[in-house]
């Protein structure tokens, strides 16, 4: 079945620093691919998404690329902001049902 | 417009005692499902709803879990003898449904159960 792997955190970086938080998946066919973001206090939100194969999804200066040659959906950002710290959640649809699956999330912290 | 909203928010219950958890979704939306966020961990699975279709409880972790919706709209999750390890914040989500694996799914800000 489908399945997604995501980095283990926590991720602490500086203010202004590049971020990547990777993100990989095993899944039948070319399912649409997510990140959403969990902010201190807040519920899950989607931040992007991806529905096919070498989309990018794009969001609040984060992008993240479907490449299914490398089964991978790393989310990055250029330029992070303390406002950024958050836990993402990479996620995937399983193969053939409305369930979803959602990775162990990464916790980021930006440092001012 | 009203997001997903859920209730209590903070849910404190002695082991062996049942808890329902409230989860009213966003007007519209004939998808609801229900997660399990545990310490540490991803989101877990636990049921999904969809319209007036037979619901998808595949994720319920033990027969001591049950849910339902009422008239297409709010849900209830029940816990019966609840138990430590059932220590979690439940999560509730709403969508449109539009295609299957493409859609949108919307958080409620959750419900923090604590077992002692």
């Known amino acids: 079945g489908n399945s997604v792997t995501q980095m283990e955190g926590p991720v602490t970086l500086s203010e202004e620093a590049f971020l990547t938080i990777n993100c990989t998946y095993t899944?039948?066919?070319?399912?649409?691919l997510f990140w959403y973001v969990q902010y201190p206090g807040e519920g899950l939100q989607l931040l992007l998404k991806a529905t096919k194969a070498d989309d990018k999804g794009s969001n609040k200066g984060f992008e993240a690329t479907y490449r299914k040659e490398t089964t991978s959906f790393h989310l990055e950002k250029g330029s992070v902001q303390v406002s950024d710290s958050a836990v993402y959640f990479c996620a995937l649809p399983t193969s053939g049902t409305y369930k979803y699956i959602f990775g162990t999330g990464t916790r980021l912290k930006v440092l001012a | 417009g009203a997001g997903v909203s859920q209730s209590p928010s903070n849910k404190v219950t002695e082991k062996g005692k049942d808890v329902e958890l409230r989860c009213d979704p966003i007007s519209g939306h004939t998808a609801l499902y229900w997660y399990r966020q545990s310490l540490g961990q991803g989101l877990e699975f636990l049921i999904y709803?969809?319209?007036?279709?037979?619901?998808?409880k595949s994720g319920l972790p033990s027969d001591r879990f049950s849910a339902e919706r009422t008239g297409g709209s709010v849900s209830t999750l029940t816990i019966q003898r609840t138990q430590q390890e059932d220590s979690a914040v439940y999560l509730c989500a709403s969508s449109f449904r539009r295609d299957r694996g493409t859609d949108t799914q919307y958080f409620g800000p959750g419900t923090r159960l604590t077992v002692l």
């Open positions: 899944a039948t066919g070319y399912p649409s």
């Open positions: 709803f969809q319209g007036n279709s037979a619901p998808d």
